[in-house]
């Protein structure tokens, strides 16, 4: 029997804990505090970090969590990661690593930062599990810090071409304010609506909208719907000049971007 346990950290930060009762792995712990107090809550043994990508609020608490546990920390090979940070045990695109008993592979989704990861494990207890990172968020996607709008879309591609029952376990709690902007998107999507609903409640009530699926996804997330013909007729008005599908995907990343 596996957990999958949200620590929430910051101001909307998911710090993603596996646990089988006794061997926990973490997910881009930014702060080791809540962590660390999990851990103990549980009387877990933290065997391993997996880091998706170089920003503060993804790695900032390796340094206490690996002094604390002794775990290891995985990273993609492509991604450069703060010198804290310390040594890693580096991931290629495809790589395959066994942690709780369980496969993860690394998939490469360069956009959000130059080298960014996501980890797949598609026979996990329950279900397919994804990590995403800052790659895929519900109803949204990361922004284009370091990558192109055509490396982001070939990113949410591979991800969006996993099975439809994977659970996206993404690393911010977006969701109510990506699902805005894609009603404003697709004002005719009833799914948008009905999950801005579900959402709504689950916020109201201080619970997380996370994970999501990537079934649930393909249906509501803009960033994965950017060919079909909704909306490329509204990204045409956004945007007249954007004549392809990276040029429109790229108008709507940048109509997000000043979407209030
Ligand atoms: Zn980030
Ligand atoms: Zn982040």
């Known amino acids: ?59 900032g608490g390796v340094p206490e969590l690996r002094a604390a546990t002794g775990a290891a920390v995985h990273a993609p090979a492509a991604e450069a990661l ?6 890693v045990l580096a991931l290629d695109d495809g790589e395959r690593i066994e942690l709780l008993g369980i496969g993860f592979e690394l998939i490469a989704v360069p956009g959000h930062t130059a080298g960014h990861g996501a980890y797949y494990a598609a026979r996990a207890p329950g279900g397919p599990l994804l990590f995403c990172g800052d790659t895929l968020f519900s109803a949204g996607c990361g922004r284009l810090f370091e990558g192109t709008p ?17 659970r996206v376990c993404c690393a911010h709690e977006y969701t109510l304010s990506n699902l805005h902007f894609a009603q404003a998107v697709e004002p005719g999507n009833a799914d948008i609506g009905r999950h801005l609903e579900r959402c709504t409640r689950l916020r109201q009530q201080g619970l997380p909208t996370l994970p999501s699926s990537i079934d ?22 956004q945007d007249p000049l954007a004549a392809d599908e990276v040029a429109r995907f790229a108008a709507l990343r940048e109509w997000k971007n000043g979407f209030r």
Request: aromatic share 4%; proline share 10%; net charge neutral.
């Open 1 to 59: 029997m596996h957990h999958l346990i949200p620590l929430p950290a910051f101001q909307d930060n998911y710090l993603w804990l596996l646990h089988d009762g006794r061997d926990a792995i973490v997910v881009d712990p930014g702060d080791a505090q809540p962590v660390l107090r999990f851990l103990q809550q549980h009387q877990l043994d933290l065997k391993a970090v997996l880091l998706t990508h170089h920003h503060a609020d993804h790695c």
């Open 82 to 87: 703060p010198a804290a940070v310390g040594p």
């Open 150 to 166: 055509a490396q982001m879309l070939a990113s949410l591609d591979r991800l969006a071409a996993l099975p439809a029952a994977t």
């Open 216 to 237: 649930l996804e393909r249906r509501i997330n803009p960033f994965l719907r950017s060919r079909l013909p909704p909306v490329v007729a509204t990204l045409a008005q």
